[in-house]
T-cell receptor
Framework: GENVEQHPSTLSVQEGDSAVIKCTYSDSASNYFPWYKQELGKRPQLIIDIRSNVGEKKDQRIAVTLNKTAKHFSLHITETQPEDSAVYFCAAIPYNNNDMRFGAGTRLTVKP | GAVVSQHPSWVICKSGTSVKIECRSLDFQATTMFWYRQFPKQSLMLMATSNEGSKATYEQGVEKDKFLINHASLTLSTLTVTSAHPEDSSFYIC???????????????FGPGTRLTVL
């Protein structure tokens, strides 16, 4: 089955700086890669996703890049704000497969 | 985005009792729902995949007789923790997939979670 690794486990940045979280996956059949943000005690919220036919996707301060050859994808947050502080999870899903596997999560702290 | 509700949001029970958690997709039909468990400061661990009209598929190490899953309709899945013990205390989150025909893959939306505390 799919195995997703996520780094770093914790990340602390100064407000206004950029944050980058990286994930690798093992199943070359995976073709959908969502990123979720989870605040303490709340549900994970989808913040951005990318499909394998695209190399990069951007939504305001958030961007995701995908390298299918290397089987890794990254989340980029620019101009970070304190409200970006949360745990971020990456995930990978193979085509027509019910099996979504999450990375271990990255706890992002943005210091004001 | 799509809305998934979960009930109850929290429950405290005595050891040995059973607890039922409901997961509903409110504005879309979900042929597949998922149940996750999350311990403090850890990732979401998939427990089982709930398929409408058929038996759930459990992940390795998850006891199917302890965690009963029923997916009776396209909008409702239930998880029953039978004979709960303190080690079952956790945050249980369901999710449902909103299938998008284009591309073949779909987006997964999460319920708000149920915090179970077993005394």
């Amino acid at each position: 089955g799919e195995n997703v690794e996520q780094h770093p486990s914790t990340l602390s940045v100064q407000e206004g700086d950029s944050a980058v979280i990286k994930c690798t996956y093992s199943d070359s059949a995976s073709n959908y890669f969502p990123w979720y943000k989870q605040e303490l005690g709340k549900r994970p919220q989808l913040i951005i996703d990318i499909r394998s036919n695209v190399g990069e996707k951007k939504d305001q301060r958030i961007a995701v890049t995908l390298n299918k050859t290397a089987k890794h994808f990254s989340l980029h947050i620019t101009e970070t704000q304190p409200e970006d502080s949360a745990v971020y999870f990456c995930a990978a899903i193979p085509y027509n497969n019910n099996d979504m596997r999450f990375g271990a999560g990255t706890r992002l702290t943005v210091k004001p | 985005g799509a809305v998934v509700s979960q009930h109850p949001s929290w429950v405290i029970c005595k050891s040995g009792t059973s607890v039922k958690i409901e997961c509903r997709s409110l504005d879309f039909q979900a042929t597949t729902m998922f149940w996750y468990r999350q311990f403090p400061k850890q990732s979401l661990m998939l427990m089982a995949t709930s398929n409408e009209g058929s038996k759930a598929t459990y992940e390795q190490g998850v006891e199917k007789d302890k965690f009963l899953i029923n997916h009776a309709s396209l909008t409702l899945s239930t998880l029953t923790v039978t004979s709960a013990h303190p080690e079952d205390s956790s945050f249980y989150i369901c999710s449902a997939r909103d299938f998008k025909r284009e591309g073949g893959t779909d987006t997964q939306y999460f319920g708000p979670g149920t915090r179970l505390t077993v005394l």
